[in-house]
């Protein structure tokens, strides 16, 4: 996800249009802050693909006995569990290479966004930083907070500002197909589970695939591509959600203007919390609040005006219709069951 943090300029303000400008190369210490960043992402996205394929490894920890032990008990637990599953992942070579197509693939999706942005904020000389990757700590969510880069100078016109936005989860998407793709094919049928668990479900991208694999859904053993796949297209959903600074909220901007822009975020916030009530009824989830908590704290924040704000020509129009389009394969109203 990426976010424009800038200082807001009236059109008063706004003087002679902004050309592109040669920009500062990142110099030695940036690349190593942001390399030791990406470094630590590949280790949490590894173990984290392990946990997903060796689920059942359990650590050894005793029970506790007393006030300190009770209160020592969840972080013994939480280390013992991280070290239990690197101790597995070692003795198991088969299982470290699965955590380790999750974590590339991932982050292939995850770098594809970001160099999307990054690449179209070069091309019109707008300052930003290389990309964040944001490691999670170990079995917590992807091994992932995701990634972003910060942009700091104004965007320059309309066209800039839907460049850069959309490019980041056009991008992304170019990479999550084939990830999906070679998910959806290596899928293991296996027999119907019973019992108390989470289900991962599928977007309309997953579904058509399916169909064009002829694989039911329904009982498949997940892999390490399906899961960065379905990260990767959950990722590209929310972000071209059409609210404030995100990527959608920046094509939303320059494709209708700021009233406009204020108006869909404001619905699309409303649209989110609704399904956020119904998953928690209907699929016992509390994700979709997560979804409604980021919009909100996103339409608290102004989004910035572009110094030009000229036609964006059909080329672009055409852009949006296929970001549409990508919207609609990586969404889905509710991602998760918990039965």
């Known amino acids: 996800m990426s976010q424009v943090t800038e200082t807001v300029r009236s059109f008063g303000?706004?003087?002679q249009p902004v050309r592109a400008r040669a920009l500062a190369r990142p110099t030695a210490g940036e690349w190593a802050k942001h390399l030791a960043l990406f470094v630590a992402?590949?280790?949490?996205?590894t173990i984290?693909?392990?946990?997903?394929?060796?689920?059942?490894?359990?650590?050894?920890?005793?029970?506790?006995?007393?006030?300190?032990?009770?209160?020592?008990?969840?972080?013994?637990y939480y280390l013992a569990s991280v070290a239990a599953l690197v101790a597995h992942a070692i003795a198991n070579p088969e299982v470290l290479m699965q955590g380790i197509l999750f974590s590339a693939s991932l982050l292939a999706i995850l770098a594809s966004h970001e160099a999307g942005h990054y690449i179209a904020c070069r091309r019109y000389g707008v300052a930003a930083?290389?990309?964040?990757?944001?490691?999670?700590?170990?079995?917590?969510?992807?091994?992932t907070f995701g990634a972003f880069i910060k942009i700091k100078a104004p965007?320059?016109?309309?066209?800039?500002?839907?460049?850069?936005?959309?490019?980041g989860p056009l991008a992304g998407f170019v990479v999550a197909l084939p990830v999906a793709i070679a998910g959806i094919a290596r899928l293991q049928i296996i027999p119907p589970l019973v019992g108390p668990g989470i289900t991962f479900n599928d977007p309309l991208l997953f579904r058509l695939l399916a169909?064009?694999?002829?694989?039911?859904?329904?009982?498949?053993?997940?892999?390490?591509?399906?899961?960065?796949?379905?990260?990767?297209?959950?990722?590209?959903?929310?972000?071209?959600?059409p609210v404030s600074q995100l990527d959608g909220?920046?094509?939303?901007?320059?494709?209708?203007?700021?009233?406009?822009?204020?108006?869909?975020?404001?619905?699309?916030?409303?649209?989110?919390?609704?399904?956020?009530?119904?998953?928690?009824?209907?699929?016992?989830?509390?994700?979709g609040f997560l979804y409604a908590v980021l919009l909100g704290v996103m339409l608290r924040i102004r989004h910035p005006q572009p110094q030009q704000m000229q036609p964006l020509g059909r080329a672009r129009l055409a852009?949006?219709?296929?970001?549409?389009?990508?919207?609609?394969?990586?969404?889905?109203?509710?991602?998760?069951?918990?039965t």
């Open 155 to 167: 965007i320059p016109s309309r066209r800039a500002l839907f460049d850069i936005g959309l490019a």
């Open 249 to 287: 909220g920046h094509g939303t901007f320059a494709l209708f203007g700021p009233r406009a822009h204020k108006v869909i975020g404001r619905a699309a916030f409303v649209v989110m919390a609704s399904l956020a009530v119904l998953g928690w009824f209907w699929h016992s989830s509390p994700s």
């Open 13 to 15: 303000e706004i003087s």
């Open 41 to 45: 992402t590949v280790l949490t996205t």
């Open 129 to 143: 930083t290389l990309p964040f990757f944001l490691p999670a700590p170990p079995l917590f969510l992807a091994g």
């Open 319 to 338: 852009i949006a219709v296929i970001t549409l389009v990508v919207f609609a394969l990586s969404f889905w109203p509710f991602p998760i069951t918990i």
């Open 211 to 241: 169909l064009a694999f002829n694989v039911n859904l329904d009982h498949a053993a997940v892999n390490p591509f399906y899961m960065a796949a379905w990260i990767g297209l959950l990722v590209t959903a929310l972000n071209l959600m």
């Open 48 to 76: 984290a693909g392990v946990m997903l394929i060796s689920p059942e490894v359990e650590p050894s920890v005793q029970a506790p006995n007393g006030l300190v032990s009770y209160l020592l008990f969840l972080p013994q």
